[in-house]
């Protein structure tokens, strides 16, 4: 593990009397000594958040809670954003998508926050755990099928497991038929991966999908966000449903991959309950990292440095959740007192049902394959060195192939079966189960459409 920077000295790759850069290959490799060098400057600093873009970064815990709980002063409507307005922030800078007002709840205020924030709380309420659970270990079992019975006996668990799986989650919630959920994949992966147009296809295959839903309602979270009484405009369904897929998909995937690595790695005592490593997990390694732009209504003091009006000021997530003031009584903290999720009125609504997929998860994964481990150490992997996220490069694992789990119903389809008259755990238009050990066939079309195929045993 790399040594933290001296808090005297200026970071690798930033020139005297520059700002901190949080981007970058040597953010990258060491953001945790960034971090302690930026604590040197109190309880927030001056950074780069991309290039020519600056901001405000708060890394005190106590700083950070007293932003986020302080809505009246701190407001996230980021039209404020005085350096934008101003024609001083690039074009095409990578800072734009995740921090550009949107007409969503993340970034809207007082009454039209609370509107929205309640439409999709609500919504998120109804939610069946039991379900949840189901659909995620079904999930898993299928993105397993995939890897864990091929002879190779070696996967790679970010691209093969922690990616795909909260996007198939996602996409059966929402209630999304084969052909729509693929494009929904498609696009959300695209856009975390840079891909030209990927903005594009996931409004489209949103767009169809609410469309579908005013034709034909449903028992899924669109149908109940349209249903709310809130009344939501179809524009802002959609910008609700975008929010709920990329604020979701990217942190569940990086919780997802350090959880299991941290349960894998040398350091992790034995017997401990997944929980507790998806919970370490989001205290260290927080996988939203720096986000949640607020700006001040008037000039602000904190902390002896002055958070000027209309200039952003982000949250590390990241570096509140280790910071070195919380030591001494962390371990006197609930366990859930990390701000992975975030505090206040813009707190995650759902953070209740993540947490319990990357529990499933992992959970599923180690039960599938008994003998799975690491093929490296914890401490060599490899972050993503990206200022917004903190997730794994890579997680390379071995294991001694399986039989292919066969396909099991969700709660819905064995419902649908039942009504049918198809015998109980067996999905409605089923042409059998897969044979145990026997391994996955391919078909047509994207990756829901396989995943729901595979559910009829197809």
Not at 16 to 24: E, I
Not at 26 to 43: C, E, K, T, V
Not at 291 to 299: E, K, L, N, T
Not at 308 to 313: E, T
Request: aromatic share 6%; net charge negative; proline share 9%.
């Amino acid at each position: 593990m790399q040594q933290p920077l001296d808090p005297q000295e200026i970071p690798p790759g930033c020139p005297a009397h520059q700002n901190v850069r949080l981007y970058g290959p040597s953010f990258g490799a060491d953001p945790d000594g960034h971090y302690a060098h930026l604590r040197s400057f109190g309880m927030s600093a001056p950074v780069d958040i991309a290039p020519d873009v600056e901001v405000e970064l708060v890394t005190s815990y106590d700083a950070a809670l007293y932003v986020l709980q302080n809505p009246a002063s701190f407001v996230r409507d980021s039209r404020r954003w005085k350096a934008l307005n101003e024609g001083r922030v690039p074009a095409d800078s990578p800072a734009l998508p995740m921090m550009s007002y949107r007409p969503n709840a993340l970034f809207s205020d007082g009454a039209a926050h609370a509107r929205l924030r309640q439409a999709v709380t609500d919504s998120l309420a109804t939610i069946n755990e039991l379900q949840l659970v189901r659909q995620t270990q079904q999930s898993a079992d299928y993105l397993i099928s995939r890897f864990g019975s091929e002879p190779r006996g070696h996967a790679e668990l970010m691209a093969e497991y922690a990616q795909p799986l909260p996007l198939l989650v996602f996409s059966d919630l929402f209630g999304c038929p084969p052909e729509i959920g693929d494009r929904v994949i498609a696009g959300i992966s695209g856009i975390f991966e840079g891909t030209p147009g990927a903005d594009e296809v996931l409004g489209g295959a949103l767009t169809e999908l609410i469309a579908l839903k005013r034709r034909r309602p449903a028992d899924d979270l669109t149908t109940r966000l349209m249903e709310h009484q809130a009344q939501l405009s179809d524009e802002e369904v959609l910008h609700q449903l975008v929010t709920l897929l990329s604020g979701g998909t990217a942190p569940l995937t990086a919780t997802i991959g350090s959880s299991s690595a941290l349960y894998l790695g040398e350091e992790w005592q034995s017997g401990l309950p997944v929980e507790d490593a998806v919970a370490q997990s989001l205290w260290n390694y927080a996988p939203i990292a720096n986000y949640a732009a607020h700006y001040p209504v008037v000039d602000v003091e904190l902390g002896g440095r002055v958070l000027r009006a209309d200039n952003p000021v982000l949250i590390s997530f990241a570096a509140a959740n280790t910071d070195p003031k919380l030591t001494e009584h962390r371990r006197q903290l609930s366990a859930k007192a990390h701000l992975a999720f975030g505090a206040g009125p813009h707190a995650c609504p759902a953070k209740d049902p993540a947490f319990m997929i990357a529990v499933t998860a992992v959970e599923t994964l180690l039960n599938r394959l008994p003998d799975i481990e690491m093929r490296v150490p914890f401490r060599t992997l490899s972050w993503v060195p990206s200022p917004w996220s903190r997730s794994l490069v890579t997680l390379p694992v071995r294991f001694s192939p399986q039989a292919a789990p066969s396909a099991a119903p969700s709660p819905a389809q064995t419902g649908a079966a039942s009504q049918q008259g198809a015998p109980a755990g067996q999905p409605s238009g089923s042409h059998g189960s897969q044979p145990q050990g026997a391994a996955a066939p391919q078909h047509k079309g994207g990756l829901f459409s396989r995943f729901l195929a595979w559910t009829r045993g197809e």
